[in-house]
């Protein structure tokens, strides 16, 4: 323990098992230790920063009441998890975060016991905890299965499948839907001290319809494009009918960082809960940091940062992103033709498409975590005679495939995929790599592949796709910058099939798709300086016809 | 083009930020069809590797992929049976 230690009490706790040694209500100390541990690890690694905020006293509470590792605590998407990660006996390695050779930005197995399943794609935990609790019964083990799951994953039609399949069940897993779309809670002491009582021995019902109270407190719904299936989900949560339809218990919403509504809730429903149940818990995502809650984004990604200003250390940049050739391009595009239309699946920065949605807010199509539905959508607008850019990543176009084979691939439909973050990607790791998309693209008959070797290219395929009516048409391109070179003004299309010659050689033909044309080119360089090599190089880019 | 560079060249080295099954297998593909393997051509093709690669910069991960300017350059270097540069010198 160091000398004069910021967090003296987290000091302390090496396990959650030691969490679990504490009195309760040593439990608020500990909350604030670890909200102050993670801003600062964060300040240091970047990464994630918002979302764990929202749920330091939710994992505080859940390593507190539930048995971890035997209780499978499973966190949604996983980017949360730096709190968790922080009480799980990765403190001391808690500033490697998403570096190379570190842990990991979001849970992983192979990292620890206290992951029992792996995120980063969202939606997924329902059927996870599900598969963990049949699993438990099956084999006569008494385990729980908690998911913790936001209210933008609850986008996803995965959660309601997940969620529909637990409730005909049976399953005794725990749905704890994290909430942090809503700033407002109910009033601490009239809640806290009725569950209170409560959790000294009422039955159960009473204290969901006693949570159920609380709907009076909470504000309208807000109206915003993209967030409908938020907001729908908001109306029916107030009175919980929906997931009672699924065959869940709703009990909510309460205060997600007012330890004494969580602690004698989760207290009661893992004594007490004999099915499904649900348990709606408001947070602000990141609480506690003001910079953070006064973001925009709320901070949710954010580079390294100085912890007392909140101001983050930006890298200087030398050439324009790929994201951003692509969003202008297609902003030039889409002043000439009034039907080009474009949807992202809850990613407008990261794709761009801000900048779209800006300008043509009518012509922009923000469908949520919701891949499957966001493509077959494009589909339906391609038929129906509009030209859709289909903007997604190319490790959350895995989402949608079955909807790019079946409904634009084989009708043929001229829907335009716009796959950004191609390739390796840094820091998220191997779950938001861009590997897969060219060899499950290519194969599919009647579907043009491209890859941009530069940000000129980029800007050209955008065209080339934007004229491309014939049929489904993808371009790929990485994160990151571009390498800087000139601009064509305007671009011109390509022609689809045929290559470009960059350099002349002998022997070696090389014969690059895409952007690592840069580094065959620093290759052939180093080759033909070493003066009396035969070997020659021949670079060529090319768009492969699938 | 690509028969043209097949044509003038005693080696081809596809190159490209994906896994195997993309770019180069559809090339591979091609010039099996075309018959061009069977009269001699040396053919290599330059995808991430079979293994899921952790975090790290991305130019880290590209050389744990062997995909860096290096592994380019030793791979034209393998190709045309040249163990090394001082090898050939010498």
């Known amino acids: 323990m160091a000398e004069n230690s910021t967090t003296p009490l987290l000091d302390t706790i090496d396990s959650p098992a030691a969490l679990r040694g504490l009195q309760p209500d040593q439990l608020r100390q500990l909350a604030d230790e670890l909200r102050e541990e993670t801003i600062s690890a964060v300040s240091v690694t970047g990464g994630h920063l918002g979302a764990g905020l929202g749920v330091v006293e939710l994992t505080a509470v859940l390593h507190y009441v539930f048995n971890t590792p035997d209780d499978k605590l499973i966190f949604d998407v996983g980017h949360q998890c730096y709190p968790h990660k922080i009480l799980t006996e990765r403190r001391d390695r808690i500033r490697t975060l998403r570096a190379g050779g570190g842990l990991s930005g979001f849970t992983k197995r192979a990292e620890s016991k206290y992951d029992p399943f792996g995120a980063a794609h969202s939606s997924t935990s329902i059927s996870a905890g599900l598969g963990f609790d049949v699993a438990a019964r099956m084999q006569g083990q008494n385990h729980r299965s908690i998911a913790v799951i936001g209210d933008g994953s609850m986008s996803a039609g995965m959660a309601y499948e997940a969620m529909n399949n637990a409730g005909s069940m049976k399953s005794r897993m725990v749905v704890i839907l994290n909430d942090n779309e809503m700033s407002i809670a109910p009033p601490v002491g009239a809640m806290s001290s009725y569950l209170s009582r409560l959790y000294a021995g009422q039955p159960f019902q009473e204290l969901k319809a006693a949570a159920k109270g609380a709907v009076s407190l909470l504000p309208p719904p807000f109206q915003e494009g993209a967030r409908r299936a938020r907001e729908v989900l908001k109306g029916m949560t107030v009175g919980g009918t929906m997931f009672e339809q699924l065959g869940f218990s709703y009990l909510g919403p309460i205060d997600g960082h007012d330890l004494d509504q969580l602690l004698p809730v989760l207290r009661t429903v893992k004594e007490r809960a004999t099915g499904p149940i649900l348990i709606h818990v ?20 954010v580079a390294k940062f100085d912890v007392v200003t909140g101001k983050q250390k930006k890298a200087a940049s030398n050439a324009p992103s790929y994201t951003r050739v692509f969003a202008e391009t297609l902003l030039d595009l889409a002043a000439k033709d009034d039907k080009v239309v474009a949807v992202t699946a809850a990613m407008p920065s990261g794709t761009g498409l801000d900048l779209f949605a ?24 391609a038929a129906g005679g509009m030209k859709p850019f289909c903007a997604i990543y190319s490790t959350f176009l895995q989402r949608g495939y079955d909807q790019v084979v079946h ?9 335009r995929f716009a796959i950004d973050r191609a390739g390796l990607v840094g820091a998220d790791g191997a779950t938001h790599a861009g590997a897969f998309d060219t060899a499950f693209l290519a194969n599919l008959p009647g579907f043009v592949v491209m890859a941009a070797a530069d940000e000129a290219e ?33 671009p011109e299309p390509l022609e689809i ?10 022997r070696v033909a090389i014969l690059s798709f895409g952007t690592r044309l840069s580094e065959a080119e620093a290759a052939a360089e180093a080759l033909g300086a ?15 016809a699938g | 083009m690509i028969l043209d560079l097949v044509e003038n060249h005693e080696a081809l080295i596809t190159l490209e930020e994906g896994s195997v099954g993309g770019f180069g297998s559809h090339v591979a593909q091609f010039l099996a069809e075309s018959g061009v393997f069977d009269r001699g051509l040396k053919f290599r093709s330059m995808v991430l590797p079979d293994t899921f690669i952790d975090q790290a910069s991305p130019r880290d991960m590209y050389a744990a992929a062997a995909l860096n300017a290096e592994d380019i350059e030793a791979k034209v270097l393998d190709v045309l049976g040249v163990a090394s540069i001082g090898a050939a010198r010498a």
């Open chain 1, 358 to 381: 800006e300008r043509y807010p009518s012509r922009c199509f923000d469908v949520g975590i919701a891949e499957q539905h966001g493509v077959t959508f494009c589909a339906g607008m």
């Open chain 1, 282 to 301: 408001i947070t602000k995502k990141g609480k506690g940091y003001a910079p953070a809650e006064k973001a925009d984004d709320r901070g949710h990604g």
């Open chain 1, 497 to 506: 099939g045929k290559g470009r010659i960059v350099r002349e050689g002998k």
């Open chain 1, 530 to 544: 070493r003066g009396d090599q035969p070997n020659g190089r021949r670079c060529a880019v090319c768009q492969a």
């Open chain 1, 458 to 490: 980029l800007a050209r395929m955008v065209v080339t796709a934007a004229e491309h009516n014939e049929g489904p048409i993808a371009f790929r391109f990485p994160r990151g910058e571009g390498v800087g070179c000139e601009m064509p003004q305007p």
């Open chain 1, 407 to 415: 409904d634009v691939a084989i009708q043929r439909l001229p829907v």
